[in-house]
């Protein structure tokens, strides 16, 4: 392991809870990483706060005025990630899809969080599908970023029960915690294990 944390990016567009763990877990002494900027593309995004709650850089790439230019709008977000010095980029709650040029720029250093058990159910409304299939389980999986949405290798998976009674609500609520409790330590053990002069 490196003497220094790596330095990461975590990518949001919503509430932030994930990023809230993934902070709370950096702070440790030990921690592999640290997190050197969350950048958001939404100016409004509720985690913003848990950013400057820890005294971390935010960087707000709002898509809109790019007016459907994907391009141009992944090459200011990558050259703002670069500019921190960041070895990895979290998304966390960030809902735009990304562009094959950003996702090869970081292959194999940018990791998703996504609430279910990959390969099942991709895309949205993870937990309605899990409740309407009659599943016995959910979760969340951990996975690197390639191309293909929800598609890339995954690096590891918590399972939670599903209850009787559960509503998508119910269900999303103890998925959250279990991503809460998932992600910090996936991220921590990739960071552990990247190349001194990498
Ligand atoms: C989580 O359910 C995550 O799996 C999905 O987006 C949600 C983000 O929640 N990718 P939060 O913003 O971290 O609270």
Redesign the pocket.
Known sequence: MRAEPVPVAVL??????????ILEAGRSPDCPYRVAVVASNRPD???LAHAVAAGVPVEVIDHRPFAGDRASHEREIDARLRAHGVELVV?????RVLTPWLVERWAGRML????SLLPKYPGLDTHARAIAAGDAEAG?TVHLVTAGVDEGPVLDQARVPVLANDTPESL?AR??AA??QLYPKVLARLAAGLAPDA
């Open positions: 949001i567009s919503g509430g932030g809870s994930n990023l809230a763990a995004a509720g985690g998304l966390a709650g960030y809902m998703n969080i996504h609430p969340c999303a998925v959250l991503e809460h």
